[in-house]
Every structure is written in structure tokens, then in C-alpha cells.
């Protein structure tokens, strides 16, 4: 696990992309210039052919139907009960993009194929794509080009709206890929609330509830207080049963700008919620946590990240999650370190830090309550 300042992040990052200078703001570049080809542009716009294969292969239990065997197109297409034609060019287009391997014309999984393809395997990668491959994604983004005239979301429905029906699929969906940086926040968390006489948690817009389950399993002091919307927080609480802690949360439904929020807390917790606003929302929500943490409290955030002068082309994973943020929101988009510290300094918290780790997708935030 690496922890900094956030500053010092900064500064160590920008020297790491071969950028001159600890400035950001002077930022020289030294790298080959970006090439087009053909081939690239092709590979560009038949993207969308390995999503639909990959979410086909999913749906028609494909990977779990080969399973550990090595098996005949016709075979399989009788057990599936699909069209053996059918059949046959997918699972050629399937190795063809390396989800599935050739053995003298037969079909078997690739390597890892066991863990991330079978249903039955607890990193199995399905639930993901009822999020990122859904029809409400697919749909957004056939409509990016009016979402980029208007500068945000033009679906009816999108992440703004109360009781939004995709999030109820985002708290059923998301799944072990979400720990990494649940299990970094535990982390850093847990030697802090050691010594604390209680450990009482707002987790705002909690979803899945997993950023308070992971705390609260650890820290028998810790109950949470979990904000959602109605339709989500029976989800959440599903979740604390099965992690035999129901009796340490509570929900609060309601829109987290204006529920009453309880409290004093001991610890509040906001992941991966501050990119669905611009930094001026976000920092007057981060002063309406501020208000209900104690004094001597802390608040742990979660998001992706980038560190200003870093350039998209080499570290593409935070931009291209801005462009999920622009269809699905009115003014939301991956915020830099530089912001996250400017937002915690301006709704008045002291000691912003910052943590990422290998296993953790996103980068956690803390900053404390004087
Ligand atoms: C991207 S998810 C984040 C969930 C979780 N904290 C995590 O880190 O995975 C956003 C969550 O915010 C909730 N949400 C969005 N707007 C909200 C609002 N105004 N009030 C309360 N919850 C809201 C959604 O229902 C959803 O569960």
C-alpha cells in the first residue's frame, strides 16, 4: 500500500510520466507523438462486436457449458439448445478475441477462464456486465453525440434521478471487483479506530453497503448509518445480513443533499459519488458531511483520479470514465488529486491523504476534522 499527501502525489507522479519539473502547470512532454492507423480505426469501431460477444456468451452460458472440457461447436449447440451455425461462428469470434482457446478444432476456456468466466467462481466477471454492458450504457452512449452538444446526460432517466432503477442493478451487480478499495479504506481506517471509544459510520450513498460491511467486520465497535434512495437500501441491508452484521446498520432513505443525516459521527464515508457532481457540489455536499462528523472525525472517500499533467494516453482508465460520467450526469466527470484536496480544504477539513494500492481499482481519500 503506498499513502502520501496528496500534494507529494502529485509531485512524485508528474516526475514518474517523464514531465519535467514538480509544476504542473509547466508541463513538458517528451513522448512519441500518437500515430493513427487503419487498423486502428477499424479495431475502434467494431468495439462494440466483443461487447455483444461478450455479454451473448454470458447470457447463453457458453463458458459455463465448456466448463474444464474440451468441446465440438455441434455438441455444445445441442446443450445450449441454440442454432449450431450459430453457435459455431461465435465461438470461433470468441477465440478470435481470446475468450476462448482452439484445440484441433474444438472450444476449451483460456487460461483463468475458470475464474473470471464460470458462474460458478466468486471473481466471476458476469454480474459486471449488467452495469457496464447494459442496455442503459449501450443506449447513453449511442446518444454521446447529443450528450456532448448539451454537456451532460439526455437519457430520461440517468444517475440523477431519485430512485434511478440502474442503481438498484449497481447495488445487486457490483461484486468482488469493488473490494480492492473497500478492503484499502478498512485498512486505513482500522489503526485509527483502534483506540476510538466508538466507531459510528455515515456511509452516504451506500449502495452494496461493501465500504461498511468490510469496516464493520473488522471493528466490532463500528455501526453504520447507510443514505440511499428507498428502492436501494433493502439491498444494502441484504447485504449486512449475509454478513451476519445486521444489527450494526441502519438505513436512512432519502436524498442525501437534504434527509437529515444524524449523527455526530465518528467516521463518514462517500465512494465513488463525488464524480457525479461538479467540484462546487461536491464541496457544498462535503460541508454538509463536515457538519455531522466529531470533532477529531474523519471522512474516507473513493473515485477514480489523475493527477493534473498526467496525460490521458498514458493512464486512459480515469478519462474514460469521465465519458460514463458525461452520459449519465448533468455535470460530473473524474475530478484530479488536486481538486480532491482543494474540495476537502474548502468545505474545512485539514490533513488530506491519499492511498492507493495494486489490488484497489480506486484511489481512497481521507482527510480529518480538526
Ligand atoms: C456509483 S453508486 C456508489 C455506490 C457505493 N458507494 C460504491 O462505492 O460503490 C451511487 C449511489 O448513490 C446513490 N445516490 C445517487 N444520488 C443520490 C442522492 N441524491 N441521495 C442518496 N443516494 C443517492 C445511488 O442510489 C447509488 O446507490
Redo the contacts with the bound molecule.
Keep these: 500500500m503506498a499513502v502520501r499527501s496528496i500534494a507529494a502525489l502529485a509531485a512524485l507522479s508528474t516526475m514518474a510520466c517523464g514531465i519535467k519539473g514538480i509544476d504542473e502547470r509547466t508541463v513538458m512532454t517528451e513522448t512519441e507523438p500518437t500515430t493513427v492507423t487503419a487498423k486502428k480505426l477499424h479495431e475502434i469501431m467494431r468495439g462494440y462486436v466483443k461487447t455483444a460477444l461478450l455479454r451473448t456468451a454470458i447470457e447463453l452460458n457458453i463458458f459455463d457449458g465448456i466448463g474444464d472440457r474440451t468441446v465440438d461447436a455441434d455438441g455444445l449447440a445441442r446443450a445450449l439448445g441454440v442454432d449450431a451455425r450459430g453457435l459455431r461462428i461465435t465461438l470461433d469470434s470468441l477465440a478470435a478475441i481470446g475468450l476462448l482457446r482452439t484445440v484441433d478444432g474444438k472450444y476449451a476456456l483460456p487460461v483463468d477462464g475458470d475464474k473470471f468466466l464460470l458462474s460458478s467462481s466468486p471473481t466471476f466477471f458476469g454480474p459486471s456486465l449488467k452495469l457496464g454492458a447494459s442496455d442503459w450504457e449501450w443506449d447513453a452512449q449511442k446518444r454521446l453525440t447529443e450528450a456532448v452538444r448539451k454537456g451532460g446526460a439526455v437519457m430520461d432517466s440517468h444517475?440523477?434521478t431519485?430512485?434511478?432503477d440502474y442503481?438498484e442493478d449497481?447495488?445487486e451487480n457490483?461484486t468482488w471487483f469493488?473490494n480492492g478499495?473497500a478492503e484499502l479504506m478498512a485498512e486505513q481506517l482500522l489503526p485509527w479506530a483502534k483506540d476510538r471509544d466508538s466507531v459510528d459510520v455515515l456511509?452516504?450513498?451506500?449502495?452494496?453497503g461493501?465500504?461498511g460491511v468490510n469496516l464493520a467486520k473488522a471493528e466490532p465497535k463500528a455501526r453504520v448509518w447507510g443514505?440511499?434512495?428507498p428502492n436501494?437500501l433493502p439491498i444494502t441491508a441484504k447485504n449486512y445480513e449475509r454478513n451476519g452484521i445486521s444489527d450494526r446498520f441502519e438505513g436512512i432513505p432519502?436524498?442525501?443533499?437534504s434527509?437529515p443525516l444524524g449523527g455526530p459521527y465518528d467516521v463518514v464515508?462517500?465512494?465513488?459519488?463525488l464524480h457525479?457532481f461538479s467540484a462546487d457540489t461536491s464541496t457544498n455536499l462535503l460541508r454538509r458531511l463536515f457538519d455531522v462528523l466529531k470533532p477529531g472525525g474523519r471522512i474516507a472517500v473513493?473515485g477514480h483520479t489523475f493527477v493534473e499533467g498526467e496525460r490521458p494516453e498514458d493512464k486512459p482508465l480515469p478519462y474514460l470514465f469521465s465519458q460514463i460520467m458525461l452520459v449519465m450526469t448533468d455535470e460530473g466527470e473524474t475530478h484530479s488529486t488536486k481538486t480532491y484536496e482543494r474540495m476537502f480544504t474548502d468545505a474545512g477539513f485539514v490533513n488530506p491523504q491519499i492511498f492507493t494500492a495494486e489490488k484497489a481499482m480506486h484511489t481512497v481519500f481521507t482527510a480529518d476534522k480538526a
Excluded at 269 to 273: G, Q, S
Design positions: 444517475a440523477l431519485p430512485e434511478f442503481w449497481f447495488a457490483t469493488n478499495a456511509d452516504v450513498a451506500c449502495s452494496h461493501y465500504y443514505v440511499d434512495w436501494v432519502g436524498d442525501m443533499f434527509v464515508m462517500i465512494t465513488n459519488v457525479h473513493t
